[in-house]
C-alpha cells in the first residue's frame, strides 16, 4: 500500500530507533516549518527523505510529532477499502483543499489499468535480455523439479545467463518490500536452488545485506517506472508530489549492467 503511515506496517522494527529523533528535527526543520501551508501524504513523506531515513523512521517519526500536536493529521477516504494519512504544519489553514488535490493525483497513478508492476516486469525483461539473461519462467513455484507448496506465492522470474539461474523478484511500487514476503522469496531462492535477484525501486540497506548474504544481488533502480505515453502524468506526480516517476521507453544506461558486471565477476572468480 502506497498511500498511509501508520506504525503497523509490516516489517517495522519493534524497537524504537534513536534515529527517530534525528527525524522528527529534519522534517519539522525540511518540511513543515518551509512549507507551512503544504500538505503531504505518508508514503510520500517517506519517499523525499528515504536517502536520509529508512521508511519505518520517517513513520515514527510522524506519529510521533502528531501525538507531540506539532503538526496535523487525518486519515481520510481514497477509494473502496482504502485510507490515505494526510500531514500538514499548525499553521495551515486550508488543509482539505489540498488533501483532495493530492488525493486525485494518488487515485490516477493508481489505477490498476496503468499496469505498473507488469510494466517494470517487461523493461527488465527487455534489459535484462539486451545483457543476455533470459527469461526462463514467469510466476514460478514449481523449478528443477520441485514446487513451492509452503505458501501461496511466486517467484515473478527465473532469468538464467552463463550457466547460472537467478530467482527474480521485481517491485516497481513506492514502498519497500514487506520484510516477511522477502524473507519467503530469499526462502524459495534457496530452495529452488537459484541465486536471488531483487530488482527494487527502494530497499533499505538491511534488506539489500540480507540478499547478498544469500549470495544474491539487490539492484535498485530508484524512479517509479511509468508506462512509455504516461509521460505528463510522471511529469505531474514529481511536479506536484515531487515523486520519482518516469516514463522512458527503456531502462536508463547502467540500471542493468550494474548486475551484469557483478555477474561476470562472480563467474570469473568462481567459474559458474
Known sequence: MDYFVDDE?????AHRDPKTDEAKQVLMKELFDTQPEEVF????????????????ITSRALNELVAEEKIGSAKEPLAKDTHIRFFWSTRCRYWKRRAKRISEV????????????????????AG????????????????GGKSWTRTGHDLD?????????????IKNTLGYIEREEL???????????VRPLFIMRASPKSYNFEVIRRGGFALVFGTQL????????????QRELGLPAAAP??????????FARWHERKVARQGV
Do not use: N
Not at 42 to 49: A, H, N, S, Y
Not at 111 to 122: K, S, T
Open 41 to 56: 501524504y505518508g508514503r510520500q513523506i517517506e519517499v523525499l527523505f528515504e536517502r536520509v531515513f529508512f521508511h519505518w
Open 183 to 193: 524473507e519467503t522469496k530469499l526462502e524459495m531462492c534457496a530452495f529452488f536452488g
Open 9 to 13: 506496517l509490516a516489517g517495522v522494527p
Open 249 to 258: 521507453r527503456a531502462l536508463p544506461a547502467g540500471t542493468v549492467e550494474r
Open 157 to 169: 522470474r527465473i532469468y538464467e545467463r552463463d550457466g547460472v539461474s537467478y530467482g527474480a523478484e
Open 226 to 237: 511509468y508506462p512509455f505515453g504516461h509521460g505528463a502524468l510522471a511529469e505531474q506526480v
Open 106 to 125: 494518488v487515485l490516477e497513478f493508481s489505477r490498476p489499468e496503468l499496469g505498473l508492476g507488469l510494466h517494470a516486469e517487461l523493461m527488465f525483461d
Open 128 to 143: 535484462l535480455a539486451r545483457a543476455r539473461f533470459v527469461p526462463t519462467a514467469v510466476d514460478v513455484r514449481s523449478h
